[in-house]
């Protein structure tokens, strides 16, 4: 009879403390699309990710060209001349896939620019949310934009409004 008095209890004060927690959610990409600074980062970005396709594009039609002209003389050079243009066509390859890494890779260019110019506007958001959450007791906030699955969102629990209303920022793109 303890037994069951201490079961039913604690099932009893895990529902209780359960039904009390609140939850909401926020939609990122909403947000982000209200932030003018966003847009300037992703339009810095995007021209300098072209800046840098065309130079390693410009690359790649190097050694699209050294290889064609070397594939026209192959026939009439000697072996050791065929080696050290295939040795020049490979290295120039190599280069251009270190250019490429350089530029593109996980810690290249555009990753550091990214984070350069993104971070600090993610970490604006973050804390506004944190900040929102802590005077709202909420227990936990989700990420409507992000890899969660949610398949229904009562829109009375989106604090997304409330997060660009703490950034200070209007609302110029309309909601989903």
């Known amino acids: 009879m ?6 039913l209890s604690l ?3 895990v529902s209780a403390t359960s039904f009390s927690q609140k939850y909401a959610y926020v939609d990122t990409d909403y947000i982000l699309k209200n932030i003018p600074e966003y847009a300037d980062a992703q339009d810095q970005l995007n021209e ?18 050294l290889y064609k002209a070397y594939q026209a003389e192959a026939v009439l050079l000697p072996e ?7 040795n020049e066509i ?16 996980s810690n290249g260019d555009i990753f550091k620019k990214r984070q350069e ?14 900040e929102i959450a802590e005077n ?22 989106d604090i997304s409004d409330d997060v660009l209303d ?11």
Request: a positive charge.
């Open 2 to 7: 303890k037994k069951l008095f201490l079961t």
């Open 11 to 13: 099932i009893f004060f």
């Open 48 to 65: 300098l990710s072209a800046k840098f396709q065309k130079e390693v594009e410009a690359k790649y039609s190097e050694i699209d060209s």
């Open 80 to 86: 050791d001349m065929k080696t050290k243009k295939e």
């Open 90 to 105: 490979i290295a120039l390859e190599k280069e251009a896939k270190d250019l490429k890494m350089q530029r593109f890779g």
């Open 117 to 130: 110019l993104v971070k600090p506007i993610q970490e604006k958001i973050y804390n506004a949310i944190q």
């Open 136 to 157: 709202r007791t909420y227990a936990v906030i989700f990420d409507k934009a992000g890899s969660l699955s949610m398949l229904y969102t009562n829109p009375k629990y």
């Open 166 to 176: 703490k950034l200070g920022y209007s609302y110029n793109i309309e909601k989903k």
